[in-house]
C-alpha cells in the first residue's frame, strides 16, 4: 500500500482586524495580521479508484463529509479547473485537531491544505495566483491559509502581502467550546468605518516591536462577539494577567482567544493557568510559524 501523502492546515490567527468599510456587495473590507500556529488539522490521502473523505478526530462530531465539506469542494474545484492534473482519484482522511466555528480559520485552512495537496499530486505546473483565484472563491480565508506564514491581508482578505521577517513567539489559544457564527458577530457591529492598520515596524524582527504595534491596534469584531458570548471577555481579561503575556484578544469572529509570549515556558505555564480555572475550554500553547525561506 502507497504510503500516505500528508499536509497540515496550521490554526489561523488574527492578531489585529480592522473593520474598514461596509461595500455595496454587502460584505466588508479589512485589514488584519494574520499568523499560523503550530496547531494543526492533518489532511492525508492515498490513492484510490475514486475521490472520498473520512473525517476522524476529537473535533469531527457533527461534521459532515459529503459535497458541502468545504475540503471536497477544494477537491471538486481543483479537478474542474485542471481536470488532468491528478491522474487518480485520492481516499482523504481529515483529522480535525482544531475547534469549529471557532475564529482560527479551521474550515479554510483544511481547504488549503486540500488545494496544496492537489498540488503536491499535480502532472502540470499549476500558477500560484490562479490557485489563489480559486483559493478565494471557495471561501475569504483560504488564499491567507494557502500561504500559512506571518501576513498582512487587506480587501475581503484576498489581497495578501506576505511578511520577509517576524520575531519568534509563542501563543497560547484558549476556546470556550461555544460556537459563534462570523455573520452574527457582523450584525452586531456597530461601525463599519474604522481606521485601517498602522504601518508596521521594518524590519520587525523584535518581540517588543510587534508589542509597541500591537498596542495601537484592535479586533473589531471583539465587542460584537463578547455581547454575544461574554465567557470571551472573561478569558481576555484572565489571560491578560498571565506572566509574560504581551497580549490577550479575540482571533477573527471568535470565540478563540489567544495570547502572545516571548516563551515556550512562559506560554505553557500560563496554559496550566487556564486549564485550571476553566477544565472544560480548549487549552492549547505552540510556537508562531514563521516566513518561509
Not at 85 to 95: I, W, Y
Not at 138 to 160: F, I
Request: charge should be negative; include cysteine.
Amino acid at each position: 500500500m502507497a504510503d500516505p501523502i500528508i499536509h497540515i492546515a496550521p490554526a489561523k490567527i488574527n492578531l489585529a482586524l480592522h473593520v474598514t468599510r461596509r461595500r455595496e456587495d454587502g460584505f466588508h473590507d479589512l485589514e488584519s495580521l494574520v499568523v499560523f500556529a503550530a496547531l494543526a488539522d492533518e489532511l492525508e490521502a492515498v490513492p484510490d479508484t475514486v475521490d472520498s473523505l473520512t473525517i476522524v478526530g476529537p473535533f469531527s462530531p457533527g461534521l459532515a463529509s459529503g459535497d458541502t465539506n468545504l475540503v471536497a469542494r477544494a477537491i471538486a474545484a481543483f479537478r474542474a479547473r485542471w481536470p488532468d492534473a491528478v491522474a487518480t482519484g485520492l481516499a482523504l482522511r481529515l483529522t480535525k485537531n482544531l475547534p469549529v466555528a471557532a475564529g482560527i480559520g479551521g474550515g479554510s485552512a483544511d481547504a488549503a491544505a486540500a488545494l496544496r495537496l492537489m498540488v503536491s499530486q499535480s502532472g502540470q505546473a499549476i500558477a500560484m495566483s490562479e490557485l489563489s483565484d480559486l483559493a478565494a472563491r471557495l471561501g475569504a480565508d483560504v488564499p491567507a491559509c494557502l500561504v500559512s506564514a506571518p501576513l498582512l491581508a487587506r480587501g475581503v482578505g484576498e489581497l495578501l502581502e506576505p511578511l520577509p521577517e517576524f520575531p519568534e513567539l509563542h501563543i497560547l489559544l484558549v476556546n470556550p467550546m461555544v460556537p459563534l457564527a462570523t455573520a452574527d458577530v457582523f450584525r452586531r457591529l456597530r461601525a463599519h468605518d474604522n481606521y485601517p492598520l498602522p504601518a508596521l515596524p521594518s524590519p520587525l524582527t523584535r518581540p517588543v516591536q510587534l508589542g509597541i504595534w500591537l498596542a495601537e491596534t484592535r479586533n473589531d469584531l471583539q465587542p460584537p462577539a463578547v455581547k454575544l458570548v461574554p465567557v470571551i471577555g472573561e478569558i481576555v481579561d484572565h489571560l491578560a494577567l498571565a506572566q509574560g503575556c504581551m497580549l490577550a484578544r479575540m482571533s477573527g469572529s471568535g470565540a478563540t482567544v489567544f495570547g502572545l509570549f516571548g516563551s515556550s515556558g512562559q506560554a505553557h505555564q500560563a496554559a496550566q493557568m487556564m486549564r485550571a480555572q476553566n477544565p472544560e475550554h480548549w487549552v492549547a500553547a505552540a510556537p508562531l510559524l514563521l516566513p518561509h525561506a
